[in-house]
């Protein structure tokens, strides 16, 4: 049997063990609050500035959470996009006591229509953060060309149709970021979403030529082992087993993927696109865990 996740971002490494329970976007609650860091440009929010729009799928839980919070506090108005429904309005609502500008849409982003009527309704986004996900763990002979398909729908075809439809009006100068994983260099026991996440770096790079005489950068980020849902189910066995495996001797926090991602879309950020930021403590300086 495998093991899969709809999660708000894979910050799994391909170590995930899920204990065989399947579970959807945004069902946990992966992120600390009050742990953002604040920038130069919260200044400028408070000063009722606005960096523009910006929208984040997966928005409602772990490392979509967190890139909510640091992107509202950076000075963005942003759309947190996820399938669960009331825990978005719930951590849109909890982001707005905090006088933050958050809003919560609940889409399925396979449903194509779906998607691009919600762009088309919206103001031209500023910038995109392509952060849903599925991570699904088979043994390499078990996986079927279904199990493909059902990856690839979510991991590739709904963040292709998401920016395809958000390019159409973005606006010149924009920011689009696709969260990858740093297993797509190669793991084991998940073939079909190393795949998956390779794929999306090279389709990060080819959007990145596409948009750039509009100015748009595009760039992925590579998460390595976070502290997500995904981690916490491991037994403390399998967990020392994969800290063992990092450099830093430790796993990152949804924040750095959150502040990886405020750098890559801030507007002082001008000169990086079709590149993959790893954000993994130095475990792609040793290939693969086991």
Excluded: C
Aim: net charge negative.
């Amino acid at each position: 049997m495998g093991t899969e996740q709809i999660d708000a971002g894979q910050g799994n490494d391909g170590a995930g063990r899920g204990q065989g329970a399947s579970s959807e976007q945004g069902a946990g609650q992966g992120a600390r609050r009050g742990a953002v860091a604040t920038s130069a440009a919260d200044a400028a929010a408070g000063n009722g500035a606005s960096l523009g729009l910006a929208l984040v799928t997966g928005g409602a839980s772990g490392m979509g959470r967190s890139t909510v919070e640091q992107l509202a506090h950076d000075g963005f108005k942003v759309i947190l996009v996820d399938r669960n429904g009331p825990l978005a309005e719930q951590e849109a609502a909890s982001l707005r006591e905090q006088g933050l500008d958050v809003e919560a849409r609940a889409i399925d982003l396979t449903d194509e229509h779906a998607v691009r009527a919600m762009v088309r309704e919206l103001p031209p986004l500023r910038a995109l953060v392509n952060n849903a996900g599925l991570f699904d763990e088979r043994k390499f002979l078990d996986v079927t060309s279904d199990d493909f398909r059902r990856i690839y729908e979510i991991n590739l075809v709904a963040v292709a149709t998401l920016t395809q439809e958000a390019a159409r009006k973005m606006e010149d100068g924009a920011r689009i970021v696709n969260i990858a994983s740093r297993a797509y260099l190669g793991a084991k026991n998940h073939p079909h979403y190393v795949a998956s996440k390779a794929a999306v770096v090279g389709y990060t790079r080819a959007s990145a030529m596409e948009l750039a005489p509009r100015g748009i950068l595009v760039n992925a980020i590579a998460p390595g082992l976070i502290d997500t849902p995904i981690l916490q189910a491991l037994t403390p066995e399998r967990l020392a087993a994969q800290l063992s495996l990092q450099p830093t001797g430790k796993a990152g926090r949804p924040e750095d993927i959150a502040r990886a991602v405020s750098f890559l879309v801030s507007p002082t950020m001008g000169f990086i696109t079709g590149q993959v930021l790893f954000v993994d403590g130095g475990k792609s300086l040793g290939g693969s865990g086991s």
